[in-house]
């Protein structure tokens, strides 16, 4: 059994920081590529950032300049590094990882249940 648990949302004013973690735990063989995602009230999900196993990344428009994605493939753990926060940055943050569980299954992707980021003006 696979489980990704996130952790470090909360409250934060206008301009401040926020760090992410997401550790996926269990059954795993190898992990691809990893995400955040953010759903606002009233909102679809929608993709922050992504990092793949060999590092590369990407990131919404959005957040680019302001947010670092990075991740550490030895303890299966996925950070996500918020700077200069608005209260348009103000969401429930998933994580998300592609992975296998034996070597030859199949990839599938995995969420956590959500981590919560608040931002006052």
């Known amino acids: 059994q696979v489980q990704l648990v996130e952790s470090g949302g909360g409250l934060v004013q206008a301009g401040g920081a926020l760090r992410l973690s997401c550790v996926a735990s269990?059954?795993?063989?190898?992990?691809?590529?990893m995400g955040w995602y953010r759903q606002a009230p009233g909102k679809q999900r929608e993709l922050v950032a992504t990092?793949?196993?060999?590092?590369?990344?990407n990131y919404a428009n959005s957040v680019k300049g302001r947010f670092s994605i990075s991740r550490d493939n030895a303890k299966n753990t996925l950070y996500l590094q918020m700077n200069r926060l608005s209260p348009e940055d103000t969401a429930v943050y998933y994580c998300?990882?592609?992975?296998?569980?034996?070597?030859?299954?199949?990839?599938?992707?995995?969420w956590g249940p959500g981590t919560r980021v608040t931002v006052s003006s």
């Open positions: 998300n990882a592609n992975l296998r569980v034996r070597a030859w299954s199949a990839w599938y992707d995995y």
């Open positions: 269990g059954s795993i063989f190898s992990v691809n590529a």
């Open positions: 990092i793949t196993s060999g590092g590369s990344t």
